[in-house]
């Protein structure tokens, strides 16, 4: 299993999350987040006294997936972000040692399909 974190504009999330709809991701995660120093977004930037930096709003998407999904899933990440600007952000993926859904203890990529609670575990 990979995890894939975004970074993305705030004005291009909504176009990224209708795009990870539809290549079929069930579900994600988006937090509105600060990107400080030069990650910022250039036209998004301003000076933070809590910072003592120059910080903008960005967006942050997380989702877990199969292996065999993720390079799929993280060109259609960049395909919707991209602007063609500095501040387009970045995306990266990691190794999931280990998962299972809470409610009924599903596990690996059983636990990220959903209607799969008729698996055995």
């Known amino acids: 299993m990979k995890e894939i974190k975004a970074?993305?504009?705030?004005e291009k999330t909504e176009e990224v999350i209708f795009a990870l709809?539809?290549?079929?991701?069930?579900?994600?995660?988006a937090i509105e987040v600060r990107a400080?120093?030069?990650?910022?977004?250039?036209?998004?930037?301003?000076?933070?006294?809590?910072?003592v930096e120059?910080?903008?709003?960005?967006?942050?998407?997380?989702?877990?997936?199969r292996d065999e999904d993720a390079m799929r899933l993280v060109d259609v990440i960049r395909k919707a972000a991209y602007s063609g600007r500095r501040g387009d952000g970045m995306i990266?993926?990691?190794?999931?040692?280990?998962?299972?859904?809470?409610?009924n203890g599903l596990t690996g990529n059983a636990a990220l399909i959903p209607g799969a609670e008729g698996r055995k575990k």
């Open 7 to 10: 970074y993305v504009r705030l």
């Open 54 to 65: 120059k910080v903008s709003p960005v967006t942050k998407l997380e989702t877990i997936c």
């Open 21 to 29: 709809e539809q290549a079929g991701v069930p579900g994600l995660t």
């Open 92 to 103: 990266f993926v990691s190794d999931i040692g280990y998962a299972v859904k809470i409610r």
């Open 36 to 51: 400080v120093g030069k990650a910022a977004v250039p036209e998004n930037e301003r000076v933070s006294i809590d910072y």
